[in-house]
C-alpha cells in the first residue's frame, strides 16, 4: 500500500501549491482513491466498505490491474471469514500477468483452504508459491509446519496434530493483500496436482539444503497483509 510522505514546508505559499498538486492528483487518478480508501476501510477492519471501495475502482481499473483488485477483494473476504469468496478471488489474482501477485496470492489460498480443514490444498498452495518465488519464506515455513503436523498425525498423537486455533495462529499469519491463478494451486487430495508427505517431505529437504533467505524490510509473522498497490 503506498504511503504519503510529506516533507517539512518552508512556507505558507509552498504548502498551498502543495495542496493544490495533491487535489489535481486525486482528481486525474479515481482508480488510485478509490484504492487506498479501500485499504483505509481494510485497516479499520471494516471489511464491507473496503469490499465496497475495491468495487468502484473495478469501474477505472485497466485489464492489467484487476489480479491486483482481485488480491484486495479476496483479502478482505478472508479477514470478514468468507473462504470460498476468498479462494476465488485469489484464483483470479494467481493468473498469470506482468502484475499478478501470484506468490502472495497462493499463500493466502493456502491460509484460506488451512481455515478450511483441507490440510492437503494448503500444502499444494504453498509449494505453487514457492514455484512462484522459491524466496518466500512465509510460505517455507507454513509448509514445514503443516509437514510437521501431519507427521505427528501419523504417529498417532491427536494432541499435536488436531488442527484448533492454536495450530492457526502458528502459521505464518502474513494474509499479503499483497492482493493465483493455476490448477495446481486449487488442486484435490486426490488430483495430480496434490502431494503426500513424502513429497513434501523431499521439497522441504531440497529447501533445507537451500535455504530461503529473508528479504530486506520484510515481514514474516503477524496477522497484517502487504498490500501492493
Do not use: C
Not at 486525474?28 to 468495487?55: I, M, Q, T
Request: proline share 4%; net charge neutral; hydrophobic share 30%.
Amino acid at each position: 500500500m503506498y504511503r504519503l510522505t510529506f516533507i517539512r514546508r518552508a512556507s505558507g505559499a509552498y504548502a498551498l501549491v502543495l495542496a493544490a498538486l495533491l487535489l489535481f492528483t486525486a482528481w486525474l487518478d479515481p482508480l488510485r482513491d478509490a484504492v487506498r480508501e479501500g485499504n483505509e476501510r481494510y485497516a479499520e477492519k471494516d471489511y464491507e466498505g473496503a469490499l465496497r471501495s475495491y468495487g468502484d475502482a473495478r469501474g477505472y481499473a485497466p485489464a492489467a490491474k484487476l489480479p491486483l483488485l482481485d488480491f484486495n477483494e479476496g483479502d478482505a473476504r478472508y479477514m470478514s471469514g468468507d473462504y470460498e469468496a476468498a479462494l476465488e478471488r485469489f484464483r483470479g489474482a494467481a493468473a498469470p500477468g506482468e502484475d499478478a501477485p501470484r506468490a502472495h496470492s497462493y499463500f493466502n489460498m493456502g491460509n484460506a483452504y488451512y481455515k478450511k480443514g483441507d490440510s492437503a490444498r494448503a500444502i499444494d498452495s504453498y509449494v505453487e508459491a514457492l514455484k512462484a518465488d522459491p524466496d518466500f519464506l512465509p510460505a517455507k515455513r507454513n509448509l514445514e509446519f503443516l509437514a510437521r503436523e501431519e507427521h505427528k498425525k501419523n504417529k498417532g498423537d491427536k494432541g499435536q496434530g488436531e488442527k484448533g486455533e492454536g495450530g492457526a495462529d502458528a502459521l505464518e499469519g502474513q494474509r499479503e493483500r499483497d492482493r493465483g491463478r493455476g490448477d495446481a494451486g486449487d488442486g484435490s487430495k486426490t488430483g495430480p496436482g496434490a502431494l503426500d508427505r513424502d513429497q513434501v517431505e523431499n521439497i522441504l529437504k531440497s529447501m533445507r539444503d537451500r535455504p530461503v533467505r529473508r528479504e530486506r524490510g520484510k515481514d514474516s509473522g503477524g496477522e497484517h497483509n502487504e498490500k501492493p498497490w
